[in-house]
């Protein structure tokens, strides 16, 4: 795995959204206590996290790269929430589900070094955001961070899984740039992987000091948004 001597520059920066500007985990707790209703207890909540963890955020490269046609988050997540209502037993209107899931992800915490970063970025390239995302969820967070363009799998109809590199093609068509003057950051394989089947330079953020397990490996890797600058 590389470390984080960057290229002298670059003419474009992305980076993604989740877990790499905000931080969804403190607002796990309270998309339990708001699906399960009555029925939450901590013990069951933590049962609903790891089946969520086994069957939607692990395979989650793989789920959004096989799709035939796009469909975004809550299309997709619905039939799931009523898969794991079925296996544990709980009593929740599916639907309803996933979009409580999904729209706790708009009142994510930023990191620490976020504003900081966006502070000190002071356009030494062009900054984008690409976020596998319905375009709702990202709405308070423009209202807090300035993108110079907002690339989401609702607005490209398409996730950063797909093979095809679709969300990443409509990053370097709308910029007329080669990808080798591109880097991605990002927290997850479809970040590294869907930047790299293009060439784009691929920089994983490894925030909770985890180890890398996938074949294709990133270009840099960084704890924090400020060791970019």
Not at 52 to 78: A, N, R, S, W
Not at 134 to 148: A, E, T, W
């Amino acid at each position: 795995m590389q470390n984080n001597q960057f290229p002298d520059s670059i003419d474009l920066l992305c980076v993604d959204m989740f877990q790499t500007l905000v931080d969804v985990k403190p607002r796990i707790p309270i998309i339990w206590k708001r699906i399960l209703r009555e029925q939450y207890t901590p013990e069951l909540a933590e049962s609903c996290l790891r089946w969520v963890q086994i069957k939607i955020i692990t395979p989650y490269h793989e789920l959004t790269g096989c799709l035939t046609e796009f469909q975004d988050l809550k299309t997709l997540f619905t039939p799931l929430f009523k898969e794991m209502k079925q296996e544990l037993g709980l009593d929740y209107d599916e639907a309803t589900a996933a979009r409580i899931f999904l729209s706790e992800h708009s009142r994510s915490v930023s990191y620490p070094d976020t504003p900081l970063f966006f502070d000190q970025w002071n356009g030494r390239a062009p900054l984008c955001l690409i976020s596998d995302t319905d375009d709702d969820m990202i709405v308070p967070f423009l209202k807090q961070y300035s993108f110079d363009k907002v690339f989401t799998s609702e607005n490209t109809r398409s996730y950063k899984g797909d093979p095809r590199g679709t969300i990443f093609k409509a990053v370097l068509d709308h910029y007329g740039l080669t990808p080798e003057r591109v880097l991605h950051v990002g927290d997850g394989i479809s970040d590294i992987k869907g930047s790299k089947n293009l060439g784009i330079q691929a920089c994983w953020i490894n925030r909770n000091g985890g180890e890398w397990l996938y074949d294709i490996q990133p270009d840099f890797v960084i704890q924090k948004l400020t060791d970019l600058l």
